[in-house]
């Protein structure tokens, strides 16, 4: 019935024989088979949240997708670790293969081998010119409104400044927006800065099909646009490395004030081990308030948890209308 409803063609949606012009992003160990599936039932492009990568995850989430063609995605410079990871989900013939964060050069030559369209998550113009380097087949523009890790640039200049590049060096790169897109005043505002369809990560987290504890649900639902904040938190707290530049976008939790602009403590090996056990537990049981929930500004704008189709087709129905109506609300 809802696919039916959605009426929203670009290139992207063309290129990729999709119905809606969005991709659900690959949060780590969040994006699992069920939720990547009921993305491309629903008309989108599904990718499993590869995160740092671990074997036994990547086969399960593959698994849980059953038939379903899904893609997959990796935090670039954790993959560059093992390798071995993306042979592994290549061999699962993916729709695609994301890479954010890191220089996508030494992964890309067995992406285009495979066959597999390559995706790689910027947040800069000059990451854009690297991905464009490495042959990617869209760029994804992320805006620091993002949940998760991320740049400094806002959503709002970087995806037309990205377009701009792209229309000058690279016409037939498909560019997709990303960051603080949960609706279809969201998707509407993307395609009309340039882009060719929409990343979305936040929303889908009050989904039924992400792997999320309710409990992170129920936080997601309770949390306005004011109460996030970038923050090395949770990278202190489980000892990631992360490059410098990246800051992980999440909700202003217990855990996350207790130790935002104390991260020299927090990593105090007097300390960390105590809070990283604390922080694993609180992720695992979905115990909000001891651990960091990761998420965008848009929490402001999600009220309810619903299936991914059903957020699909509203967003889309929504965006078409205002795309229609554009012109009209213009010149009032
Ligand atoms: C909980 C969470 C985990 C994420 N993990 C990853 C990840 O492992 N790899 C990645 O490329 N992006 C990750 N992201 C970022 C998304 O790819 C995307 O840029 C972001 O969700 C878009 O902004 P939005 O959350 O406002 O929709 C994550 C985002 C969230 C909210």
Known sequence: LFHLTMAIATRFTRRFGLDAPIVSAPMGMLAGGRLAAAVTRAGGLGLIGGGYGNAEWLDQAFADAGNVPVGCGFITWSLARSPDLLDRALARAPTALMLSFGDPAPMA???HAAGVP??????????ARAALDAGAAVIVAQGSEAGGHGGDRGTLTLVPEVADLLAKTSP???????????DGRGVAAALMLGADGVLMGSRLLATPEADVPDGFRATILATAG???????VPDVARGYDWPPGFLARSIRTDFVDE??????ALADPATNPRERARYWAGFRSGDAANTVVMAGEGVGLVHSVAPVAEVFAAAVAEAEQL??????????
């Open 109 to 111: 030559p067995a992406i």
């Open 259 to 264: 130790w935002h602009g104390r991260e020299g």
């Open 118 to 127: 390559l995706i790689c998550q910027v947040q800069s113009v000059a990451l």
């Open 323 to 332: 795309l229609a109506g554009a012109e009209a609300r213009i010149r009032r």
């Open 226 to 232: 004011d109460e996030t904040v970038r923050t090395a």
């Open 172 to 182: 037939d790169t498909l560019l997709l927006a990303a960051g603080g897109i949960v």
